[in-house]
């Protein structure tokens, strides 16, 4: 595997991903900004919110429905879904900076996004070689769901639930090190 | 442990010793040990006899749970063996999805590339050449979606023969055929063959006789029988005969289609013996371990 | 040893099943899978942990358990939508294109079968009733218009179930008219968390009927700071001036509200459902819901102060 390869690889790759949850996404939380835009409307959940949904759907996007043709090519797994997160990336980054132009006030951060993406990239990693990456996908979902809705426990498992927002780069590091123990599965 | 040597006395593509994989509590493939060379290896076996998963992980693309394994002369538990293998490697799984937007000759550029073929000219030479293989010529620019299941399959097999590979993986290439895609699917392997190891999963036992050099019959993860086509045959030599009559006594019976029973087992005095076939063989090896009836 | 014996028929079925049947069976399979579903009951779990946190924890305001109530069902309401998405979405797969019954039975079918976890929201809004009950009522207002013991109305505690019959239908649509399951998937998260979440960007009185989940009691100004409270009716419940109100509030909570936002919900559901069903099914749906929409915004505006 070399430059050459991946930068081949790119053109087709791009066609071969399922936009259509990024697009909806992104369609929709340009629509919510703009309403919050008009109303002046704090963008609190707004944040979570578009954080959770633009982190599952990166995540998604490295669902391949001809990965059992490729499973035996030797450009790795690894590799290919890295290609197809620069991809997508290359569009969600702008998009979430649009986004963030539009809501009032300060505070639509990268890092809680990142943090939520690696996560459902770690997973992903790990599921078992059978399994659809939808799963993986859900993660940032449910996490961030799950500390807007359970914000209020505190203690260990409140901190723990919140780790994303509060420190997003130690959930991307720790991410990162699952994915990178997990790059020959 | 069963072994199995499937050589016609050239160097070794693939050794397999005491493979094991298991999902759950169920043991897929079971300490199986394996030696293959160069030619056409077929392996027969009902649903869940563990097919799929030993040519999975003859194709590097799962880790059995214990046993060793070189393909090719590597290890594909390391990690740079596992490359140079999959450079050398070409795998067609069971029933294998394709993107449905992309043309035949798409797809199978964009496999080229992701098998580390970075000459356009040769991509494309290549591509034509193996869809022109898999009789697709006149469709390689159309959009996959309005293929037919089964020009999907063969674009699928396009891909796996990339590059002329030294040992082809095949999981049942030859669903949704047509008889006359069979045929052309028969010579295609065969000239593969001649090059390296093809290994291919299938139901068909007319298959494995026109093409096969060796057989191995697989059933609950281990092999029950492995030889040449005629030695498959030859396990039901004397133990098939025909009458008009059903017989409570024989192993497997059923109806030919000239309205005969034909039957499998011991044959009671008298009983008219008939000439094997290699299905009698699988059909008797299965119902002597038990199988189903 | 027996031989294999080839050639025993099950005889054919001489007349078709009757579309009643049809729609049970259909119904009871997917209700079965609904309700073996992990994903109903990670959502009963995180409303559970959810209703915990906040009904644990004293009032941060007068009236805020009370106003809290109704949005604890949101994480059900996703996960209902999703999971009939999906069974939806099976449609789409065109396995049962051939298939003798019709699109628009089998629809019925998933839909009849899709209340089952309509009855697990009813089942817990029941409990949490009960518990309400028990607990002798919940706070509502300040001195001098304030009650310790506040129940909800039988219309308040009917809007979770009909916000699970809108969540059926809202999945129906996204999962019969999206291509993707993960589109719908993310939609329907994106669709439902702000309308869960973002509850009080809809307590004005003018936009409190349009809102998907209605929280009461619904705060009306009343007189300013210098007003004497205890000028205004003794029925009313009041807020008090304070850091974010500069005015006297009452208090307003209304089963009628309740009862002609139900009414709303209901065309809502109606007009989801026409985006879901087959074409010949969609006027009366449209019809049915407009119809109920309005009756139910004109009922709510009616009975609002």
């Known amino acids: ?185 | 442990m069963s072994t199995v040597t499937a050589s016609t006395g050239l160097a070794r593509t693939v050794e397999v010793t005491g493979l094991t994989k298991s999902y759950g509590a169920r043991r897929a493939v079971d300490a199986l040990d394996l030696a293959v060379g160069p030619g056409v290896v077929g392996l027969l076996g009902p649903n869940g006899a563990g097919k799929t998963t030993l040519l999975r992980m003859l194709a590097t693309v799962l880790a059995p749970d214990t046993g060793t394994l070189s393909l090719l002369g590597g290890d594909p538990a390391v990690p740079s063996q596992r490359l140079e293998i999959r450079r050398r490697l070409g795998y067609l799984p069971q029933s294998p999805s394709l993107y449905p937007s992309f043309t035949p000759m798409e797809l199978v550029d964009y496999v080229a590339v992701l098998k580390e073929h970075t000459d356009r000219d040769w991509r494309r030479r290549e591509a034509a050449r193996v869809l022109e293989a898999v009789g697709l010529a006149d469709r390689m620019h159309q959009k996959i979606k309005t293929l037919s299941g089964g020009m999907r399959q063969r674009v699928a097999l396009a891909a796996a023969l990339l590059g002329d590979p030294e040992l082809l993986v095949l999981d049942e290439p030859a669903t949704g055929l047509d008889p006359e895609q069979r045929l052309e699917l028969r010579a295609l392997l065969s000239a593969s063959a001649r090059r390296g190891t093809v290994l291919l999963s299938t139901h068909n036992t007319t298959e494995v006789a026109a093409l096969c050099q060796r057989v191995i019959v697989m059933r609950t993860g281990r092999v029950l029988f492995h030889g040449t086509p005629a030695e498959l045959r030859d396990v039901a030599a004397g133990r098939v005969w025909e009458e008009t009559e059903q017989d409570a006594g024989a192993r497997r019976s059923w109806m030919t289609a000239e309205g005969t029973w034909r039957h499998l087992g011991d044959p009671p005095a008298g009983a008219t013996v008939a000439a094997p076939t290699i299905d009698d063989g699988y059909l008797l090896l299965a119902a002597t371990d038990g199988g189903p009836r | 040893m027996s031989a294999t014996m080839i050639g025993e028929r099950t005889p054919a079925r001489t007349r078709p099943a009757s579309p009643r049947a049809v729609v049970a069976a259909l119904a009871t399979a997917e209700s079965r899978r609904h309700l073996r579903s992990p994903l109903l009951w990670v959502g009963v779990a995180l409303s559970g942990a959810f209703a915990w946190v906040t009904m644990d924890q004293p009032d941060d305001w007068a009236g805020a358990r009370y106003q809290a109530a109704p949005i604890l069902v949101g994480p059900l309401l996703l996960v209902i939508s999703i999971a009939v998405a999906g069974s939806f979405h099976r449609e789409r797969l065109g396995v049962s294109e051939e298939a003798p019954v019709g699109e628009a039975l089998r629809s019925t079918g998933r839909l009849v079968g899709a209340l089952a976890p309509v009855a697990v929201v009813a089942v817990l809004t029941a409990a949490g009733a009960i518990w309400v009950r028990q607990q002798g009522g919940l706070d509502i207002g300040e001195e001098p218009g304030r009650t310790l013991h506040a129940q909800f109305t039988l219309p308040e505690l009917l809007q979770p179930v009909v916000l699970a019959l809108l969540a059926v239908a809202v999945g129906a649509a996204a999962g019969r008219r999206l291509r993707h399951r993960a589109t719908s998937t993310l939609l329907l998260f994106v669709g439902w968390f702000p309308v869960v979440l973002v509850y009080w960007g809809f307590q004005s009185r003018q936009v409190i009927p349009l809102s998907i989940v209605q929280t009461q009691p619904v705060s009306l100004p009343v007189g300013p700071i210098s007003a004497n409270p205890l000028d205004f009716p003794a029925s009313w419940l009041l807020t008090q001036p304070g850091e974010y109100q500069d005015h006297w509030a009452r208090q307003f909570v209304s089963g009628l509200l309740a009862a002609g936002h139900d009414v709303w919900l209901l065309g809502l559901t109606c007009l989801f459902l026409a985006v879901a069903l087959p074409r010949h099914r969609r006027p009366v749906l449209l019809g049915l819901g407009t119809l109920l929409a309005a009756g139910g915004l004109a009922l709510q505006y009616a009975v609002i102060p």
Do not use: C, K
């Open chain 1, 1 to 185: 595997m070399n430059a050459t390869t991946l930068r081949q690889a790119a053109y087709p790759t791009t066609r071969a991903i399922t936009w259509a949850p990024l697009v909806a996404v992104g369609g929709l939380l340009l629509a919510l900004g703009t309403v919050l835009r008009l109303l002046d409307g704090p963008p609190g959940p707004v944040l979570v919110l578009g954080a959770a949904a633009m982190a599952a759907a990166l995540v998604f996007s490295l669902r391949d429905p001809a990965a059992p043709l490729l499973a035996a090519v030797p450009t790795p797994l690894i590799v290919r879904r890295v290609l197809r997160l620069a991809l997508v990336g290359a569009v969600a980054l702008p998009l979430w900076g649009l986004v963030a132009t539009m809501l009032p006030g300060d505070g639509l951060a990268l890092a809680p996004g990142l943090a939520l993406t690696a996560t459902g990239v770690a997973v992903a990693t790990w599921l078992p070689i059978d399994r659809d990456v939808s799963v993986a996908a859900a993660v940032p979902l449910f996490w961030a769901s799950a500390t807007e809705l359970l914000g209020g426990v505190g203690g260990v498992a409140g901190d723990a639930l919140a780790r994303w927002a509060t420190d997003p780069w130690w959930v991307v590091a720790v991410a990162g090190l699952l994915v990178a123990l997990g790059r020959h599965r």
